[in-house]
């Protein structure tokens, strides 16, 4: 049987909440790679600024949109889309819209 993977376009308070279910979910499940890349739209953030991706990939938490909110070691934060998807048979999206 082929391994699932799954990754998580979107960063932000929903997705990084969604993170943490997904994460943990596929730890349980034999079925699912170990990791999930989680596309993140890269900015600076806290002081001294840090690039978000390495505040998540580090400390495992969203520090501006889910701060004291841990995520779990399989998350990891990733900047390039195309990087993210390479290989993802699961596609979950969480992008803010109006």
Request: charged fraction near 20%.
């Amino acid at each position: 049987m082929a391994t699932e993977k799954a990754c998580i376009i979107g960063s932000g308070n929903w997705g990084s909440a969604i993170a943490r279910i997904v994460g943990g979910n596929v730890l349980k499940n034999p079925r699912f790679d170990n990791v999930v890349q989680m596309w993140v739209y890269e900015e600076m953030v806290g002081e001294p600024p840090r690039k978000l991706t390495e505040i998540i990939n580090q400390d495992h938490v969203n520090a501006k949109y889910l701060p004291g909110v841990s995520l779990p070691d399989s998350i990891v934060a990733n900047p390039d889309l195309a990087d993210t998807v390479k290989g993802a048979t699961v596609l979950i999206f969480v992008l803010p819209h109006q």
